[in-house]
Nanobody
Framework: VQLVESGGGLVQPGGSLRLSCVVS????????MSWYRRPPGKQRDLVATITSSGSTIYYADSLKGRFTISRDNARNTLYLQMNNLKPEDTAVYYCVAPGGPGRPDYWGQGTQVTVSS
């Protein structure tokens, strides 16, 4: 299973970015998918999770209203729309797929998001 994130970059506070994650090597539509992030010098945190059909979504409380997770099962692609970005959103963002019973999850290589003026 391969996960390839893109869409990160440098953005000013208040700006927006849309991250994408293309998944190959598995049946994408069968799995819940998640975004995590690791701010500099901090632990990795869950950003959002979306079920296989997209019918159920979880967000970290601090991100509700600014971030939107979505998926296109026909394109094997996961998205994260990030609006009204703040400096504290600066982090490496990772796309994660479940590894199955007894197996580690699959992680992408990450995409850097930097929010700075």
């Amino acid at each position: 299973v391969q996960l390839v994130e893109s869409g990160g970059g440098l953005v000013q506070p208040g700006g927006s970015l849309r991250l994408s994650c293309v998944v190959s090597g598995s049946i994408f539509s069968d799995y819940s998918m998640s975004w995590y992030r690791r701010p500099p010098g901090k632990q990795r945190d869950l950003v959002a999770t979306i079920t296989s059909s997209g019918s159920t979504i979880y967000y970290a409380d601090s991100l509700k209203g600014r971030f939107t997770i979505s998926r296109d099962n026909a394109r094997n692609t996961l998205y994260l729309q990030m609006n009204n970005l703040k400096p504290e959103d600066t982090a490496v963002y990772y796309c994660v797929a479940p590894g199955g019973p007894g197996r580690p999850d699959y992680w992408g290589q990450g995409t850097q998001v930097t929010v700075s003026s």
